[in-house]
Nanobody
Framework: QAHLVESGGGLVQAGGSLRLSCTAS????????IGWFRQAAGQEREGVSC???????YYADSVKGRFTVSRDNAKNTVYLQINSLKGEDTGVYYC??????????????????WGQGTQVTVTT
Protein backbone atom coordinates (compact mmCIF):
# COMPACT_ATOMS: atom_id res chain seq x y z
CA GLN A 1 0.00 0.00 0.00
CA ALA A 2 1.23 3.48 -0.80
CA HIS A 3 2.17 5.65 2.13
CA LEU A 4 3.59 9.01 3.05
CA VAL A 5 7.24 9.63 3.95
CA GLU A 6 8.36 11.72 6.90
CA SER A 7 11.81 13.21 7.41
CA GLY A 8 13.62 15.86 9.39
CA GLY A 9 13.67 14.38 12.85
CA GLY A 10 16.74 14.31 15.03
CA LEU A 11 18.36 14.93 18.37
CA VAL A 12 17.99 18.48 19.60
CA GLN A 13 18.43 20.35 22.86
CA ALA A 14 15.46 21.80 24.68
CA GLY A 15 14.60 25.17 23.24
CA GLY A 16 15.80 24.20 19.80
CA SER A 17 13.92 23.79 16.55
CA LEU A 18 13.33 21.27 13.82
CA ARG A 19 11.41 21.23 10.58
CA LEU A 20 9.70 17.99 9.69
CA SER A 21 8.66 17.17 6.15
CA CYS A 22 5.94 14.91 4.80
CA THR A 23 5.82 13.97 1.16
CA ALA A 24 4.53 11.30 -1.21
CA SER A 25 5.67 9.94 -4.53
CA UNK A 26 2.33 8.37 -5.47
CA UNK A 27 -0.01 11.36 -5.17
CA UNK A 28 -0.32 15.06 -5.38
CA UNK A 29 -0.96 16.06 -1.81
CA UNK A 30 -2.46 19.46 -2.59
CA UNK A 31 -6.00 18.11 -2.64
CA UNK A 32 -5.75 16.40 0.73
CA UNK A 33 -5.84 17.34 4.37
CA ILE A 34 -2.69 16.13 6.09
CA GLY A 35 -2.40 15.42 9.78
CA TRP A 36 0.66 15.24 12.00
CA PHE A 37 0.67 12.91 14.98
CA ARG A 38 3.25 11.83 17.50
CA GLN A 39 3.76 8.87 19.75
CA ALA A 40 5.97 8.84 22.80
CA ALA A 41 7.34 5.58 24.14
CA GLY A 42 4.64 3.65 25.95
CA GLN A 43 1.93 6.16 25.08
CA GLU A 44 -0.83 6.35 22.55
CA ARG A 45 -0.47 8.24 19.31
CA GLU A 46 -1.84 11.77 19.59
CA GLY A 47 -2.77 14.48 17.16
CA VAL A 48 -0.39 17.40 16.86
CA SER A 49 -1.66 19.38 13.90
CA CYS A 50 -3.62 19.22 10.69
CA UNK A 51 -3.72 21.33 7.54
CA UNK A 52 -6.53 21.23 5.04
CA UNK A 53 -6.10 21.68 1.31
CA UNK A 54 -7.34 25.28 1.43
CA UNK A 55 -5.00 26.12 4.28
CA UNK A 56 -7.14 25.80 7.41
CA UNK A 57 -4.95 24.64 10.26
CA TYR A 58 -5.53 22.94 13.61
CA TYR A 59 -3.22 22.44 16.57
CA ALA A 60 -3.22 20.53 19.81
CA ASP A 61 -3.30 22.87 22.80
CA SER A 62 0.09 21.58 23.93
CA VAL A 63 1.83 22.85 20.78
CA LYS A 64 -0.04 26.06 19.98
CA GLY A 65 2.35 28.94 19.55
CA ARG A 66 5.34 26.62 19.08
CA PHE A 67 4.42 24.44 16.10
CA THR A 68 3.46 25.67 12.65
CA VAL A 69 2.08 23.49 9.88
CA SER A 70 2.37 24.59 6.26
CA ARG A 71 2.35 23.17 2.79
CA ASP A 72 4.27 23.79 -0.40
CA ASN A 73 2.22 22.33 -3.21
CA ALA A 74 4.96 22.97 -5.77
CA LYS A 75 7.19 20.62 -3.77
CA ASN A 76 4.34 18.27 -2.89
CA THR A 77 5.37 18.59 0.74
CA VAL A 78 3.74 19.42 4.05
CA TYR A 79 5.95 20.82 6.79
CA LEU A 80 5.77 20.94 10.55
CA GLN A 81 8.01 23.62 12.02
CA ILE A 82 8.60 22.88 15.67
CA ASN A 83 10.16 25.54 17.87
CA SER A 84 10.93 25.92 21.57
CA LEU A 85 11.17 22.17 21.89
CA LYS A 86 10.49 20.58 25.25
CA GLY A 87 11.32 17.17 26.63
CA GLU A 88 7.69 16.13 26.32
CA ASP A 89 7.87 16.70 22.57
CA THR A 90 10.07 13.62 22.28
CA GLY A 91 8.52 10.87 20.20
CA VAL A 92 8.02 9.50 16.74
CA TYR A 93 6.23 11.94 14.46
CA TYR A 94 3.93 10.65 11.74
CA CYS A 95 1.93 12.22 8.94
CA UNK A 96 -1.15 10.78 7.30
CA UNK A 97 -3.95 11.69 4.92
CA UNK A 98 -7.29 12.61 6.44
CA UNK A 99 -9.96 10.50 4.73
CA UNK A 100 -13.06 11.49 6.73
CA UNK A 101 -14.24 14.75 8.22
CA UNK A 102 -17.04 13.42 10.41
CA UNK A 103 -15.00 13.58 13.60
CA UNK A 104 -12.53 15.92 15.22
CA UNK A 105 -9.34 16.51 13.26
CA UNK A 106 -7.29 14.43 15.72
CA UNK A 107 -9.44 11.26 15.40
CA UNK A 108 -6.90 8.66 14.30
CA UNK A 109 -9.23 6.22 12.50
CA UNK A 110 -10.09 8.99 10.01
CA UNK A 111 -6.52 8.92 8.72
CA UNK A 112 -4.81 6.57 6.30
CA UNK A 113 -1.57 6.05 4.39
CA TRP A 114 0.56 6.57 7.45
CA GLY A 115 4.26 7.04 7.01
CA GLN A 116 6.93 5.18 8.94
CA GLY A 117 7.60 8.15 11.19
CA THR A 118 10.60 10.27 12.07
CA GLN A 119 12.13 10.29 15.54
CA VAL A 120 12.39 13.54 17.48
CA THR A 121 14.44 13.40 20.65
CA VAL A 122 14.74 16.45 22.88
CA THR A 123 17.51 16.51 25.43
CA THR A 124 17.05 18.50 28.61
Amino acid sequence: QAHLVESGGGLVQAGGSLRLSCTASEWNLDGYAIGWFRQAAGQEREGVSCIHSEGTTYYADSVKGRFTVSRDNAKNTVYLQINSLKGEDTGVYYCAIRRSYRNAWYYLPDYDYWGQGTQVTVTT
